[in-house]
């Protein structure tokens, strides 16, 4: 399968833990967005990266969440101390340029906090 | 004003039925533009891209309108499996971070 490969597909935490989110894009695509959708709501954007830069981040909240996509591995979204707002399905993309490209999606994660 | 506005509906037709759906957007900036379908809250897929000189795959058909700053995608002879949620979106102009409307649901009824 060589599309893009989000890990786990489901999420649960208590209040207060931690939550690491994987996404391996395409292989050859070297942007990755993260996008949260909440129940009967779009996609919201958070993050743009490249390999080992964040390019936008105007769309995550600014304390508890950062993400990274390193050189090597894949890029991981970090939410700190959850909290039941945080509970929501968190999606990956990837594309091979920045410029008019389409989006390539995996599964998504859903995270539930309790 | 939101950057990507969409009616969610739900657009409720019967199987055969022509449906058109708009997005309007705004930022003038604005330089690409694309359907997805999201179904039941899986991940979204492409449908297709917007053109300036409007583009047909099959039964789609979209349309980019720059002076009004609207899209549209038009569906023709409807199938019970084109039942789902149609997501705009638009590269934010100067960025080109893909923006995402809520989307509109089409419910497709025998």
């Known amino acids: 399968n060589a599309g893009v490969m989000q890990n786990p597909r489901h999420l649960v935490r208590r209040r207060g833990q931690e939550a690491r989110l994987r996404c391996s894009p395409v292989?050859?695509?070297?942007?990755v967005y993260w996008y949260r959708q909440l129940p009967e709501e779009g996609l919201k954007f958070m993050v743009y990266?490249?390999?080992?830069?964040?390019?936008?981040e105007s769309g995550m909240p600014k304390e508890r969440f950062s993400a990274e996509f390193p050189k090597e591995g894949p890029s991981i979204l970090r939410i700190q101390q959850v909290v039941r707002g945080d509970s929501a399905a968190y999606f990956c993309?990837?594309?091979?340029?920045?410029?008019?490209?389409?989006?390539?999606f995996g599964s998504g994660t859903q995270l539930s906090v309790l | 004003r939101k950057e990507v506005e969409q009616d969610p509906g739900p657009f409720n037709v019967p199987e055969g039925a022509t449906v058109a759906f708009n997005c309007t957007y705004s930022n003038s900036a604005s330089q690409s533009f694309f359907w997805y379908r999201q179904d039941c809250r899986k991940e979204p897929k492409l449908l297709m891209s917007?053109?300036?000189s409007g583009n047909e795959d099959g039964r789609f058909t979209a349309q980019l309108n720059r002076a009004s700053q609207y899209i549209s995608l038009l569906i023709r002879d409807s199938k019970l499996s084109d039942s789902a949620t149609y997501l705009c979106?638009?590269?934010?102009?100067?960025?080109?971070?893909?923006?995402f409307g809520r989307g509109t649901s089409l419910i497709v009824h025998p």
């Open positions: 990266l490249q390999k080992e830069n964040i390019i936008d």
């Open positions: 993309a990837s594309s091979r340029g920045a410029t008019n490209e389409k989006l390539f």
């Open positions: 917007v053109y300036s």
């Open positions: 292989k050859g695509h070297s942007h």
């Open positions: 979106v638009v590269n934010r102009g100067g960025s080109y971070i893909p923006t």
